[in-house]
Antibody, heavy 121, light 109 residues
């Protein structure tokens, strides 16, 4: 069974750096075709893709947020870490991690439960 | 980046109704499209991948169709547990810019 779980601070101050960890089980990110992505959702709004890291340690970022994001993995710990710099109240959102398994489709499945991050002074 | 436009943004329907949601891509994406269902306070759940393939465990009343720029999610007979928000997502740009539609909320009439 594949599961993912996000962890990190619930509250950050403006200008601070956010660090989120996705801890997963049921697959290895060193296996060919495996990827983990971060997606966020501001309250009452749509989903927004943020970043992806693949089995080969290649990294991809949202065009609009590229300068603020860093994604990394620790294969031995089954973790993927996302950092976002210079946080602003508009970054208040639920942050999800999800797996992509390259195959017939390229869909996010499954997803973690999400973690709500509020940006406020 | 490829833009995904869903319509309608919301729909009111009754149990047993047939509901159709449309997703249009700003450029051709072949069949690289997925549909998700999201209930309040929960993570999205995959329903359809590769435009028309039903995810394991998803009821057969859900179906997807389309290719290129125009796609449809159909719920053949709406059930009480289907009231939720639905999102499309394109993966033609994989592994970059995996964009979502704006969502369609299915509400009780």
């Amino acid at each position: 069974q594949v599961t993912l779980r996000e962890s990190g601070p619930a509250l950050v101050k403006p200008t601070q750096t956010l660090t989120l960890t996705c801890t997963f089980s049921g697959f290895s990110l060193s296996t060919s075709g495996m990827c983990v992505s971060w997606i966020r959702q501001p309250p009452g709004k749509a989903l927004e893709w943020l970043a992806l890291i693949d089995w080969d340690d290649d990294k991809y970022y949202s065009t609009s947020l590229k300068t603020r994001l860093t994604i990394s993995k620790d294969t031995s710990k089954n973790q993927v870490v996302l950092t976002m710099t210079n946080m602003d109240p508009v970054d208040t959102a639920t942050y999800y991690c999800a797996r992509i398994k390259v195959g017939a489709g390229l869909e996010f499945d499954p997803w973690g439960q999400g973690t709500l991050v509020t940006v406020s002074s | 980046d490829i833009q995904m436009t869903q319509s309608p943004s919301s729909v009111s329907a009754s149990v047993g109704d047939r509901v159709t949601i449309t997703c249009r891509a700003s450029q051709g994406i072949s069949s690289w499209l997925a549909w998700y269902q999201q209930k309040p306070g929960k993570a999205p759940k995959l329903l359809i991948y590769a435009a028309s393939s039903l995810q394991s465990g998803v009821p057969s009343r859900f179906s997807g169709s389309g290719s290129g720029t125009d796609f449809t999610l159909t719920i053949s007979s709406l059930q009480p547990e289907d009231f939720a928000t639905y999102y499309c997502q394109q993966a033609n740009s994989f592994p970059r810019a995996l964009t979502f539609g704006g969502g369609t909320k299915v509400e009780i009439k």
